[in-house]
């Protein structure tokens, strides 16, 4: 079973509009990392945003933020005002394996996101 | 700062050969992690090395194999390479890696290519 589910293969949005990129994940560990990472064409994989199991609070970070439901195992990530630059391949990853002791990151098959002017 | 460096930027290699990837985390880090990303797939965890220890592995074969030096750079071995192992080989570090909220920072890549 896909621990991470990505089920946008591809998304458009207009320049200065708001994207919603979906993300669910499957975990029995009770400790867990929630992360978003952009990679442009260039091939670069760059952070963007943290979300903890255990946070109450959304994270937020500039433009971007999580809306994290944690009893419906979702992680959405919500760019604002997008700009032509946000472009890319955007992937949910989780960190698990705290309880084990036996760390794995796992990612999703990505989102490709198309901001048009 | 430098970030995360990896040695070869391209490497072709015929089948049944063997390969050596290079890592060097950002100074300071001291986990490591190994990613195979195929064209158009999300990155497949390979390896996570902590304080020269094996701390994670993903479902590879024991083809791939992995170590981490005292300056906590990190080597990633391929034995008997198959066309299929054909990717982009992704490096990553954190500070720790035993924190769930650790971000890790990514190399730009080796892109393997076996002919």
């Known amino acids: 079973a896909q621990k991470i589910t990505q089920t946008q293969p591809g998304m458009f949005v207009q320049e200065k509009e708001a994207v919603t990129l979906d993300c669910t994940y499957d975990?029995?560990?009770?400790?867990?990392?929630l992360f978003w990472y952009k990679q442009p064409s260039s091939g670069e994989m760059i952070f963007l945003i943290y979300q903890g199991s255990y946070d109450e609070q959304n994270a937020t970070e500039g433009r971007y933020s999580l809306n994290f439901q944690k009893a419906r195992k979702s992680a959405n990530l919500v760019i604002s005002a997008s700009q032509l630059g946000d472009s890319a391949m955007y992937f949910c990853?989780?960190?698990?394996?705290?309880?084990?002791?036996?760390?794995?990151?796992?990612f999703g098959t990505g989102t490709r996101l198309k901001v048009l002017a | 700062d430098a970030g995360v460096t990896q040695s070869p930027t391209h490497l072709i290699k015929t089948r049944g050969q063997h390969v050596t990837l290079r890592c060097s985390p950002i100074?300071?880090?001291?986990?490591v992690s190994w990613y195979q990303q195929v064209l158009g797939q999300g990155p497949q965890f390979i390896f996570q090395?902590?304080?020269?220890?094996?701390?994670g592995r993903g479902n590879f074969p024991d083809r791939f194999s992995a170590r981490q030096f005292p300056n906590y750079s990190s080597e990633l071995n391929v034995n008997a390479l198959l066309l299929g192992d054909s990717a982009l080989y992704l490096c990553?570090?954190?500070?720790?890696?035993?924190?769930?909220?650790?971000?890790?920072?990514f190399g730009d890549g080796t892109r393997l290519s076996i002919l």
């Open positions: 990553a570090s954190s500070t720790t890696g035993t924190l769930s909220n650790q971000p890790q920072h």
């Open positions: 990853a989780m960190r698990e394996g705290f309880t084990s002791g036996t760390y794995k990151y796992i």
């Open positions: 975990t029995s560990d009770q400790s867990y990392g």
């Open positions: 090395y902590y304080e020269k220890e094996e701390r």
């Open positions: 100074s300071g880090h001291k986990s």
